[in-house]
């Protein structure tokens, strides 16, 4: 366990991230409205991955059709089978997960969210939500960084053909695997 992760989160699990790749624009109309992405405004497989404290893979979930909620990916991959009472997940604002990993007896470190400002116009955090967010943000960056990893293998960086859907299956858990091989992303002082 890094001492980044021992200070503050001792008991993270997992981080989590959902990434999308670009795939060829189907012919057929539902084909495309399942494939297309808006948040990447093209069509995408998306995949759920999971990384150890020390940058490390642990969970690559199949790819699944570009338009899949966050949720919908976590429950349906298999992810929260895996998880023990009193594991520590840590993820992004997106992850509407809390109730799933409660159900397990693990809990949900998230940026807390935005409200409405009482005094002015926009939306605000206190100033000890501020210090939390920027606090989980510095380690949830490093999953980020093991998806620019995985993302730089040629077949997962272009625009996959439609009908490739289970050779980029393996291809992308074979690249997680040689991503494992890799000088660890986070040192473990």
């Given at each position: 366990?890094?001492?980044?992760?021992?200070?503050?989160?001792?008991?993270?699990?997992?981080?989590?991230?959902?990434?999308?790749?670009?795939?060829?624009?189907?012919?057929?109309?539902?084909?495309?409205?399942?494939?297309?992405?808006?948040?990447?405004?093209?069509n995408t497989f998306k995949t759920l991955v999971g990384i150890t404290p020390n940058g490390a893979f642990s969970f690559i979930s199949d790819l699944w059709t570009g338009n899949i909620s966050d949720r919908s990916i976590t429950e349906r991959s298999g992810?929260?089978?895996?998880?023990?009472?009193?594991?520590?997940?840590?993820?992004?604002?997106?992850?509407?997960?809390?109730?799933?990993?409660?159900?397990?007896?693990?809990?949900?470190?998230?940026?807390?969210?935005?409200?409405?400002?009482?005094?002015?116009?926009?939306?605000?955090?206190?100033?000890?939500?501020?210090?939390?967010?920027?606090?989980?943000?510095?380690?949830?960056?490093?999953?980020?960084?093991?998806?620019?990893?995985?993302?730089?293998?040629?077949?997962?960086?272009?625009?996959?053909?439609?009908?490739?859907?289970?050779?980029?299956?393996?291809?992308?858990?074979?690249?997680?695997?040689?991503?494992?091989?890799?000088?660890?992303?986070?040192?473990?002082?």
């Open positions: 366990m890094p001492l980044s992760f021992r200070r503050k989160y001792p008991n993270t699990r997992v981080i989590i991230d959902a990434t999308e790749f670009y795939v060829q624009r189907p012919r057929n109309p539902t084909a495309q409205s399942k494939t297309w992405s808006n948040y990447k405004s093209k992810f929260i089978d895996l998880i023990e009472k009193g594991d520590h997940v840590m993820a992004d604002r997106g992850f509407l997960i809390k109730d799933l990993l409660l159900s397990k007896g693990a809990t949900l470190n998230m940026p807390p969210f935005t409200r409405p400002c009482k005094h002015g116009k926009g939306r605000c955090l206190t100033a000890k939500e501020i210090k939390e967010s920027k606090s989980i943000a510095s380690l949830r960056i490093h999953v980020e960084r093991s998806i620019q990893r995985l993302k730089s293998y040629k077949f997962l960086s272009g625009v996959m053909p439609i009908n490739s859907l289970s050779v980029a299956n393996q291809a992308l858990k074979v690249a997680g695997f040689f991503c494992n091989l890799m000088k660890p992303l986070v040192q473990k002082l």
